[in-house]
């Protein structure tokens, strides 16, 4: 697929044109400059062709600040990777250095740009965006990214100098998001796995803002990785920015088919990271937990041992969690963490024939069979597993009001003992025979 990068210096607003093109509020929009910080892909369409888009951070020269000199080479990756750019900027303040300095950033990129002169939404402001030509360009696009007019003029142009690409089915591949705290080290993680610096990282905890998906093809494995923002206490939260962050990865982890959770071994399993673990167990997703920093922590022979059974104390009653030590930065165990989340993703996914699970779990009933009531027994007759996209099943009995949670949970204990549902939750119903 085409790839199109919008770049420009901060505050543009690049990212709500970004939002207009895809039909979905996927990157943060906010007042405040250098919101945007990683790439961030999306896919549109215009006159029946498909192309990718790149959301990138604001271009800064010569700024102090630690995040700017990392979304600057944000910036100048997405326009290596992209096949044609459009270059933002704004009508009400004018030409200024910055814009400049991207200009000849672009012309020594030597691909297709085009210039959109944003926050043109009266006649007045056509007057003002004629100083733009300065820029050295033989023609500019006036555009308003809040309401979309003058926009299609410039997809016009754009998509005639896009490649032509063979039209392909779209496949819907597994999504795996990458949760946790603030400065867990989830873009590390993500960096580490494709070998690239894909997102910003720093030691500020907030980093990332956007939940924000990278395709992973590599060793037989294929799926999306989603790096989220991390989620800390509602009542830690300040601003605004931080609040749809937060929300933008609660909806990641609703949307995905595995929960990688990764946490600082040196911080520990806390009640923050215990909380957004039972998120992902309500929303009926497969869970990795990864105990990332692990090259930094003091160990000895039992260290490992003991941090994993007191995450499964914590766990309880879902214990059957795959966990996995690793360091982002030594790249120790990266792998093997995918290949984990990959494996929990087949058992979600698996399917059990009614005539193997009545085989197996009828003998194992009729051995134990719920308690009796008020003098009154229980019989289960017959169990299916039940067309959702998460492994629940359904027992048929003549009293299902008289079986009680326990008597569930040793039913679901067999279904682990005798099928792989490794790191995904299992959800029993006791129904009417």
């Given at each position: 697929m085409s790839i199109v990068a919008i770049v420009g210096r901060p505050n543009v607003g690049k990212s709500t044109f970004f939002n207009r093109l895809i039909q979905r509020r996927e990157a943060i929009v906010d007042a405040v400059s250098g919101v945007t910080r990683d790439r961030h892909y999306g896919k549109s369409d215009w006159n029946g062709k498909v192309f990718s888009l790149i959301d990138t951070g604001g271009y800064v020269v010569g700024s102090d600040d630690v995040f700017e000199a990392e979304i600057d080479r944000q910036v100048e990756l997405a326009i290596d990777e992209a096949d044609a750019?459009?270059?933002?900027?704004d009508v009400e303040s004018g030409?200024?250095?910055?814009?400049?300095?991207?200009?000849?950033?672009?012309?020594?990129?030597?691909?297709?740009?085009?210039?959109?002169?944003?926050?043109?939404?009266?006649?007045?402001?056509?007057?003002?965006?004629?100083?733009?030509?300065s820029l050295g360009v033989e023609k500019y696009y006036t555009i308003s990214s809040?309401?979309?007019?003058?926009?299609?003029?410039?997809?016009?142009?754009?998509?005639?100098?896009?490649?032509?690409?063979?039209?392909?089915?779209?496949?819907?591949?597994?999504?795996?998001?990458?949760?946790?705290r603030p400065n867990a080290g989830k873009s590390s993680f993500i960096n580490a796995l494709v070998g690239e610096d894909r997102?910003?990282?720093t030691d500020i905890a907030g980093t990332t803002r956007d939940s924000i998906d990278t395709r992973y093809n590599r060793f037989g494995f294929e799926f999306n990785l989603v790096d989220t923002a991390g989620i800390r206490k509602k009542s830690k939260v300040k601003e605004d920015l931080e609040f749809?962050?937060?929300?933008?990865?609660?909806?990641?982890?609703?949307?995905?088919?595995?929960?990688?959770?990764?946490?600082?071994?040196?911080?520990?399993?806390?009640?923050?990271?215990?909380?957004i673990f039972w998120l992902a167990q309500r929303n009926?997703?497969?869970?990795?937990?990864?105990?990332?920093?692990?090259?930094?922590?003091?160990?000895?022979?039992?260290?490992?041992?003991?941090?994993?059974?007191?995450?499964?104390?914590?766990?309880?009653?879902f214990v059957d969690v795959p966990i996995i030590f690793i360091s982002a930065l030594t790249k120790q165990r990266i792998f093997k963490a995918i290949e984990t989340a990959v494996d929990v993703f087949n058992n979600r996914s698996k399917k059990i024939k009614t005539s193997v699970l009545n085989e197996i779990m009828l003998p194992i009933i009729q051995a134990t069979p719920p308690p009796s009531v008020k003098g009154k027994y229980v019989k289960i007759?017959?169990?299916?597993?039940?067309?959702?996209?998460?492994p629940?099943?359904?027992?048929f009995a003549n009293l299902p009001q008289y079986v009680k949670d326990p008597y569930k949970r040793f039913l679901e204990n067999q279904l682990r003992d005798h099928f792989d549902f490794t790191g995904v939750p299992i959800t029993v119903y006791i129904r009417k025979k």
């Open positions: 750019i459009i270059f933002m900027v030409i200024t250095g910055m814009d400049e300095e991207v200009a000849q950033l672009l012309r020594k990129s030597r691909k297709p740009f085009f210039l959109a002169v944003n926050k043109v939404d009266s006649a007045n402001r056509e007057n003002d965006a004629v100083e733009f030509y809040t309401n979309g007019s003058g926009t299609g003029d410039l997809l016009d142009d754009l998509v005639k100098v896009l490649p032509e690409e063979p039209e392909r089915e779209e496949e819907t591949l597994p999504r795996f998001a990458v949760v946790g997102f910003v990282v749809y962050s937060v929300m933008r990865s609660v909806r990641a982890i609703e949307y995905c088919d595995v929960v990688i959770l990764v946490f600082d071994a040196q911080r520990g399993f806390d009640g923050q990271v215990q909380n009926n997703k497969g869970v990795v937990i990864l105990a990332n920093k692990w090259d930094l922590v003091e160990k000895d022979t039992k260290t490992t041992k003991e941090m994993e059974t007191y995450i499964k104390e914590q766990c309880q009653p007759k017959f169990c299916t597993q039940l067309p959702t996209p998460y629940s099943f359904a027992f």
